[in-house]
């Protein structure tokens, strides 16, 4: 079955600065990966996915993510944090037609 | 506005009730997808229906059952319920299975008392 970790449960940066959250995956096929946003109060957002091709995927509110086959890892990125960034964020697994796993998900907050 | 509707926002009801959450999958979506959002254990996955046939069960609870119907909005059904039920219960759509995202409702907040 497929899983996803999320090593790290929060994530501070300063604005302006350039953050990572990371994310590993385990999946027996080719992986569907997927970072989602949880804003206080709300549903969970869309941000980008890697389905094939680039490794290199370009989302929402200036984010992206590298894939990394060899090292099954799918970390989020974004060069210049904002204090609006702070939230949850989510990385995802889909395997094929299985249901989306999520990881247990990573608290950034963005200081002034 | 996500597309995706969940009644009720928000549910107050005491130990050993039964309550029913219901879902409104986005505008051509056929699957439908329950999580529960705990504080101490993340996103788990409850269940999955797919053009009103389940498709796939998680870490779904005797107590709890769902089902989809004809025109695909879903209901969530929780009964005798238990304080450590309290949580956000989440529901998501999705066009079909294989690499399409989800999209997620706003949560309904489940309080037991």
């Known amino acids: 079955a497929q899983s996803v970790a999320q090593p790290e449960d929060q994530v501070n940066v300063a604005e302006g600065n350039p953050l990572t959250v990371k994310c590993t995956y385990s999946?027996?096929?080719?992986?569907?990966l997927f970072w989602y946003v949880q804003y206080p109060n709300r549903g969970l957002q869309f941000l980008l996915k890697?389905?094939?091709?680039?490794?290199l995927v370009k989302g929402s509110y200036g984010f992206e993510a590298e894939f990394n086959k060899s090292q099954t890892s799918f970390h989020l990125k974004k060069p210049s944090a904002l204090v609006s960034d702070s939230a949850l964020y989510f990385c995802?697994?889909?395997?094929?037609?299985?249901?989306?796993?999520f990881g247990a998900g990573t608290r950034l907050t963005v200081k002034p | 506005d996500s597309g995706v509707t969940q009644t009720p926002k928000h549910l107050i009801t005491a130990t050993g009730q039964r309550v029913t959450l219901r879902c409104s999958p986005r505008?051509?979506?056929?699957?439908v997808y329950w999580y529960q959002q705990s504080l101490d254990q993340g996103l788990q996955f409850l269940i999955q229906?797919?053009?009103?046939?389940?498709?796939a069960k998680g870490n779904i609870l005797e107590r709890f059952s769902a089902q989809q119907f004809p025109d695909l909005h879903s209901e969530l059904n929780l009964s005798s319920l238990e304080l450590g039920d309290s949580a956000l219960y989440f529901c998501?759509?999705?066009?079909?299975?294989?690499?399409?995202?989800?999209?997620f409702g706003s949560g309904t907040r489940l309080t037991v008392v």
């Open positions: 998501a759509s999705s066009v079909a299975q294989g690499n399409y995202g989800y999209t």
């Open positions: 505008s051509g979506d056929l699957s």
């Open positions: 999946v027996s096929g080719n992986p569907y």
């Open positions: 229906y797919y053009n009103g046939e389940e498709r």
């Open positions: 995802a697994v889909r395997d094929g037609g299985n249901d989306m796993r």
């Open positions: 890697y389905i094939t091709g680039d490794n």
